[in-house]
Every structure is written in structure tokens, then in C-alpha cells.
């Protein structure tokens, strides 16, 4: 009997150790978006943004006739730029000079 009450001990431990497993996960979860609205980058005006865009795609005006940008491909900028998030999205598509050269 008495092997069987640890037994049993040890299951109902091990369920709690799971569960509580579980909840450090969620928890950890929770505290990376809570972290990640408090980031500084959410604080920064449009206008600074802006111009941060503005600078991913100076330049392109000037390579020479053999690169051109693959205006098709989303893993560049100006695509990446609307793929942040919805405040991002909505400042890079208000800004013509960033699909100038698309």
C-alpha cells in the first residue's frame, strides 16, 4: 500500500510539474508581447520613420543598367516595410517615393 501512495504521489507530481511547465510557456509568452509594446521603436514619430524608410531605398536612382530592383520580390524593401506591422504598412503606403522605383 504504501508503494502505491508514492506512486500515486509521483504521478499527481508529475501532472503538476507539467501543468505548471505549461504555464511558465504562457507566461514567458505573455511577457515577450507585453515587452515587445513597450519597445521604443513604437514611440518613434511617422516623421522619423518616414524618413528611416526613405534611406532603405536611397540610392537605387543610381545602379548602374544591369541591377534593377525585383519589384516582385516581397523580402526587399519597400515590401518588407508594409510587412511589420499595420502602422508600418499603412506610413510605407503613403509614401510614393518608396515604389518609384518598383
Known amino acids: 500500500k504504501a508503494i502505491q501512495d508514492i506512486d500515486e504521489q509521483i504521478s499527481h507530481t508529475e501532472q503538476l510539474l507539467k501543468s505548471l511547465r505549461h504555464a511558465r510557456v504562457d507566461t514567458e509568452l505573455q511577457r515577450q508581447d507585453a515587452q515587445s509594446l513597450l519597445h521604443p521603436i ?22 548602374d543598367a544591369w541591377w534593377t530592383v525585383d519589384s516582385l520580390n516581397y523580402s526587399v524593401t519597400p515590401w518588407t516595410l508594409t510587412r511589420v506591422c499595420s502602422r508600418w504598412r499603412a506610413l510605407a503606403l503613403a ?8
Open 95 to 102: 509614401m510614393p517615393e518608396l515604389w518609384t522605383y518598383i
Open 42 to 63: 513604437r514611440s518613434l514619430p511617422n516623421e522619423l520613420l518616414a524618413q528611416i524608410f526613405s534611406n532603405c531605398t536611397h540610392g537605387w536612382e543610381k545602379h
